[in-house]
């Protein structure tokens, strides 16, 4: 079974930092792609940002470039989101995805909660 834990969600100021963490476990984890994304209930789910296989190539959505780094530790089976001057409008559920490319089978963690606000 391929388990995705996530973690690290909760209420920030804006302006201010979060990390949040996706524990991977019953896969090869070097095998996969990993993925952020998040939703706002009524509204889509988005993709934040992707990183490969080896975590030397990463892209992200326009609204958070820059703001947003996607690393992960193919050690730990770790995947990770550091979130830098967050705004109220990057409030939503954040949900970690595994695809693996060569099946193109996705794996999604439960989602953990992140909210911006003063």
């Known amino acids: 079974q391929v388990h995705l834990v996530e973690s690290g969600g909760g209420l920030v100021q804006p302006g201010g930092s979060l990390r949040l963490s996706c524990a991977a476990s019953?896969?090869?984890?070097?095998?996969?792609?990993m993925s952020w994304y998040r939703q706002t209930p009524g509204k889509e789910r988005d993709l934040v940002g992707v990183?490969?296989?080896?975590?030397?190539?990463?892209n992200y959505a326009d609204s958070v470039k820059g703001r947003f780094t996607i690393s992960r530790d193919n050690v730990k089976n770790t995947v990770y989101l550091q979130m830098n001057s967050l705004k109220p409008e990057d409030t939503a559920v954040y949900y970690c995805?595994?695809?693996?490319?060569?099946?193109?089978?996705?794996?999604w963690g439960q989602g953990t909660q992140v909210t911006v606000s003063s």
């Open positions: 995805k595994a695809r693996r490319p060569r099946t193109r089978d996705d794996y």
């Open positions: 019953g896969l090869t984890f070097t095998n996969y792609v």
């Open positions: 990183i490969n296989s080896a975590g030397d190539g990463t």
